[in-house]
């Protein structure tokens, strides 16, 4: 008769474990929430490509006097295309004392711009498009913004198109087509809201005599400063035909440049700025790290021999 002794060897493991468990927190709110880049967040000077700021006050919605450290609130990035086949023009943005402003030009004459034999109204392009992306923690219900300078008159044809973007970051609806100088002026052109979310500020008026060797200044749009939206010479929900309560995910402008100069003119250097924005909503309540536990596992591994 064989007998058979088991031997039993124990290992411990110990595993640390984080466990992750929604906090309870009430959605703070915010109520006409003003930046003016003048906050502490913004520093003076050009800005490319894409930073992120801190403006809110993540636990009680406030209005951050300094950084406090947690999650950036606002995105803010900057696309830019210049012609290459016209000398000296250019575009750039910047934070100043008085906003977001986009400098934009054909800093030369026309005959220094283009290459001997050039025609009247080259076309040539400068487009330059700010969009400003809520970070996901934020649920805005409603903005507001103002700006000056979108389509000023001038030897150029200076023209602003501004859009709402939906929680998603894609827009409420398509982008309106405007064309270049000639086909815009022909169309029986839609200027203010020609779509949901849309505004165009483009009028056709801002220059004078183009296809002449001497193109001359017309006179400013009146959408340029916002003072025909709806009596409230703001940008608002009512002017792109949003209902109130609407969830944004942030607003794009892109300002666009187009060379209609005669061969006889000479430089042409404008600006937009977008003043300030308000926005109401809340902060998101974030699942945070409630326990980290240290959890005891055993591990047993049985061996066993077998002997006769």
């Known amino acids: 008769m064989s007998k058979t002794p088991t031997c039993l060897n124990a290992k411990l493991v110990a595993l640390n474990l984080t466990i992750l468990t929604p906090v309870s927190l009430s959605a703070q709110t915010f109520t006409d929430l003003e930046i003016d880049f003048t906050e502490s967040a913004f ?12 403006i809110i006050d993540d636990v009680t919605g406030n209005e951050l006097t300094s950084d406090n450290g947690d999650m950036d609130d606002l995105f803010i990035s900057v696309t830019t295309s210049v012609p290459t086949t016209a000398t000296g023009a250019m575009a750039s943005v910047e934070i100043a004392s008085n906003g977001i402003v986009s400098n934009h030009a054909y800093s030369n004459t026309f005959q220094n711009t283009y290459t001997t034999g050039a025609t009247n109204n080259p076309g040539s392009l400068i487009k330059q498009t700010i969009r400003m992306t809520f970070a996901s923690h934020l649920e805005v219900t409603d903005f507001v913004t103002d700006f000056s300078s979108l389509n000023t008159a001038g030897i150029t044809w200076e023209y602003t198109q501004l859009a709402l973007l939906q929680a998603d970051g894609s827009y409420f609806s398509v982008q309106p087509v405007i064309g270049d100088y000639d086909a815009w002026s022909g169309s029986s052109p839609q200027e203010g809201s020609p779509a949901i979310g849309w505004w165009n500020a483009s009028s056709t008026g801002t220059v004078n005599g183009v296809g002449t060797d001497q193109v ?7 959408d340029q400063n916002f003072t025909t939206t709806n009596g409230d010479s703001v940008f608002t929900y009512n002017d792109v035909g949003l209902a109130a309560g609407t969830q944004v995910g942030g607003f794009e402008w892109t300002v666009y440049l187009e060379d209609v100069r005669g ?18 909503g809340g902060v998101v309540p974030i699942p945070e790290s409630s326990s980290s536990m240290l959890i005891g596992l055993a591990g047993l591994t049985l061996m066993f021999r077998r002997k006769r």
């Open 263 to 280: 061969q006889n003119n000479g430089a042409s250097n404008l600006t937009a700025r977008q003043q300030y924005f308000e926005i109401t």
């Open 43 to 54: 520093t003076n000077g050009t800005i490319t490509g894409t930073t992120g700021y801190n």
């Open 216 to 222: 001359t200044t017309g006179s400013s749009g009146a």
